[in-house]
């Protein structure tokens, strides 16, 4: 069956410091995958998605960057966190089909800039 | 891009009684609407989908329509419970958008 792993589950990060949150799926391959941002109280905004390695559309222009380095993982980065960043970050994926398919949620990370 | 409005933002019901959550998406060629229900602290899962082709959809306490001319489509839950308390999210899709535009969600309170 297919798994979904994300962390770290918490983070607590000075402002102007990096980031990384990894993601990695196991179980399928050539996932579509994604990045969404949940602020407190709020909606799951889209931040990155990626239909393969090394292809990522940006949906939301800010200081933050996403990679695919392999067909399983998915990285969420920053060089320099505001305090705008906080929040609750989501990774996902979708089956390899054009459309119409459940996405599965990793656990998040909650992230805190201070 | 697609955007997708979701309305009330917060809904509080008596148990037993029934909640309407309606959404409205701007795309036309959006054709794939699910619904995610998120508890408290955890990961948003699948409740119910519909696609373009179909109207309406049940499965059992909850179901879900599409109106695909005024472009809305809304989440039924009927006999609501306790354990109904949660955000909702609707979304939308489209053939190879590749992406899942949601909704800003719902706090559904079910109150005993």
């Known amino acids: 069956s297919q798994t979904i792993h994300q962390w770290p589950a918490t983070l607590v990060q000075p402002v102007g410091s990096p980031l990384s949150l990894e993601c990695t799926v196991e179980?399928?391959?050539?996932?579509?995958l994604y990045w969404y941002r949940q602020a407190a109280g709020r909606g799951l905004q889209l931040l990155f998605y990626?239909?393969?390695?090394?292809?990522i559309s940006s949906e939301v222009p800010q200081n933050l960057s996403a990679s695919r380095p392999q067909d399983r993982q998915f990285i969420l980065s920053s060089k320099k966190l505001l305090l705008s960043d906080s929040g609750f970050y989501l990774c996902?994926?979708?089956?390899?089909?054009?459309?119409?398919?459940?996405?599965?949620f990793g656990q998040g990370t909650r992230l805190t800039v201070v | 891009g697609e955007n997708v409005e979701q309305h009330p933002s917060t809904l509080s019901v008596q148990e037993g009684d029934s909640a309407v959550i309606k959404c409205t998406y701007s795309?036309?060629?959006?054709?794939?609407f699910p619904w995610y229900k998120q508890e408290l602290g955890k990961r948003p899962q699948l409740i119910i989908d519909?696609?373009?082709?179909?109207g309406e959809k049940k499965d059992q306490r909850i179901a879900v329509t599409l109106n695909k001319t005024a472009k809305h489509f809304s989440l039924h839950i009927t006999e609501t419970q306790p354990e109904d308390s949660a955000v909702y999210f609707c979304?939308?899709?489209?053939?190879?958008?590749?992406?899942?535009?949601f909704g800003g969600g719902t706090r559904v309170l079910v109150k005993p």
């Open positions: 179980g399928t391959s050539n996932p579509n």
């Open positions: 979304a939308a899709d489209k053939a190879a958008g590749n992406k899942l535009t």
């Open positions: 795309d036309s060629a959006s054709n794939y």
């Open positions: 990626s239909v393969g390695i090394g292809q």
């Open positions: 996902a994926w979708r089956g390899p089909v054009l459309t119409g398919t459940e996405a599965f």
């Open positions: 519909i696609r373009s082709n179909v």
